[in-house]
């Protein structure tokens, strides 16, 4: 018997028969309003992947000995369609969403795709769902890919059988009045990653065990953890983003952009590459610095001190970049300072706009941009 590979030009699409109208962008919540359809693909250990089909979005239909429910065979990825000025909607870097998916799926002996095919099948979905993508500034459609295993009985195994959907959301500026800077407090109580652990992969696993660090950090009044790993504390990420600070050296007046390397321990942020690889380009060396290296909390806690810390931002799709005002560390308050009157620092903003820029078709970008449908 042959394996099929997965083959978006199978593709089966019943439409919805009640179409729905856009809501105004001002009712827009982030992940609660879903477009009309939704793209479902199953797949069989001894047959391989079967029909993509597109179809109303509706309930799935799983037993309830299903592995997905008991050992938490689920992976996911976060990415999103722009509409453009030209009236273009276009994907942000999807090959990279969807090497990530795969990098996921081995981590949990889920099945590999072909990335090229799932991006022109996202492709289709949005075609058919496109007056639903919002227009203006900060507005775009949120697209969740989904792999679960979908075979049923409780030995703990490889699943036989399994499953890809996608979903999309329209959804607002993660601010609704440009930026809100926000409060951190450094946890190292709980560990959200660790070597030789999964941290690194965008499976569900990882998400639920943080909501809870996240609630005793909000009883405290601070909106998100700062995750520190291991005696050093070294920083690593920030709620779901990834994170950089900025330092200017007192002496030479050298500045300094700084994220935490990729050792297996950081999620690999399409948002984190976009940026590094911007400020490479953007910011003139002989004034700059960008490194990927460790930074623990001591030393951004010392460099405040001298004044030498001028600005920190989280990453992610959901935000684009987060600016941080402060960080409550042990008993000290660490301040990030913020541009007079707002509610970010000098490259949070160029950063913001350089990506942004990008993604709404304002400055042209050979390879980050991929068209999928027309209005
Ligand atoms: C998704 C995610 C990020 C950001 O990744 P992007 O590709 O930039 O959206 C960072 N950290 C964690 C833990 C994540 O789940």
Same mark, same amino acid.
């Given at each position: 018997?042959?394996? %099929?590979?997965?083959? =978006? ?6 439409? !919805?028969? !009640? ?11 982030? @992940? ?17 992947? @079967? ?20 050992? *938490? +065979? ?6 999103? =369609?722009?509409?453009?000025?030209? !009236? ?17 799926? /081995? ?5 590999? +795709?072909?990335? /090229? ?8 979905? &949005? ?9 203006? /500034?900060?507005? $775009? #459609? ?22 890809? +959907? ?19 407090? =450094? ?5 959200? %990653? ?22 005793? =950090? *909000? ?22 983003? !990834? ?6 050296? $007192? ?10 390397? #990729?050792?297996?321990? &950081?999620? /690999? ?42 600005? *920190? +931002?989280? $990453? ?5 970049? $987060? ?23 000098? #490259?949070?903003?160029?950063?913001? %706009? ?20 027309? #209005?």
């Amino acid at each position: 018997m042959t394996v %099929a590979p997965l083959d =978006a030009c199978y593709l089966k699409i019943t439409s !919805n028969p !009640n179409p729905s109208v856009p809501k105004p962008n001002n009712e827009l919540v982030f @992940g609660k309003t879903f477009t009309d359809h939704m793209l479902t693909v199953e797949w069989d250990i001894e047959t391989g992947w @079967g029909i993509p089909e597109i179809k109303p979005y509706g309930n799935l239909s799983l037993d309830p000995s299903c592995c997905v429910f008991h050992y *938490a +065979f689920e992976l996911f990825e976060g990415m999103k =369609a722009y509409r453009t000025k030209d !009236n273009k909607i276009s994907l942000f870097r999807p090959d990279m969403n969807m090497k990530r998916m795969n990098k996921s799926a /081995e981590r949990i002996c889920l099945p590999s +795709f072909d990335e /090229e095919e799932l991006i022109k099948l996202i492709g289709k979905l &949005i075609e058919q769902d496109k007056h639903l993508v919002p227009e203006g /500034e900060g507005y $775009s #459609l949120y697209i969740r890919p989904t792999m679960i295993g979908s075979s049923n009985g409780l030995g703990v195994s490889i699943p036989t059988k399994a499953m890809i +959907f996608v979903i999309l959301s329209p959804v607002g500026p993660y601010y609704k009045t440009g930026f809100k800077a926000v409060k951190l407090e =450094a946890t190292d109580y709980a560990t959200r %990653a660790w070597p030789g652990g999964c941290g690194d992969k965008k499976l569900g696993a990882n998400y639920a065990p943080c909501i809870l660090p996240q609630r005793q =950090a *909000a009883s405290r009044g601070y909106q998100q953890n700062l995750w520190l790993f291991g005696p050093e504390k070294y920083v690593t990420e920030v709620g779901t983003m !990834n994170v950089f600070f900025v330092f200017e050296d $007192s002496k030479t007046g050298k500045k300094e952009l700084v994220t935490a390397p #990729l050792d297996g321990t &950081i999620l /690999e942020g399409v948002t984190r590459a976009s940026v590094l690889e911007l400020a490479r380009q953007n910011l003139n060396p002989s004034e700059w610095e960008v490194n990927e290296r460790y930074c623990s909390i001591y030393e951004i806690a010392e460099r405040s001190k001298k004044g030498e810390l001028i600005e *920190a +931002f989280g $990453s992610g799709t959901a935000a684009v970049v $987060s600016p941080i005002k402060e960080i409550g560390w042990e008993n000290e308050k660490i301040d990030i300072p913020l541009l007079a009157g707002e509610q970010s620092g000098a #490259l949070t903003k160029s950063v913001a %706009a350089w990506i942004s820029d990008i993604q709404y078709g304002r400055v042209q970008h050979k390879n980050w941009v991929r068209v999928v449908a027309e #209005l």
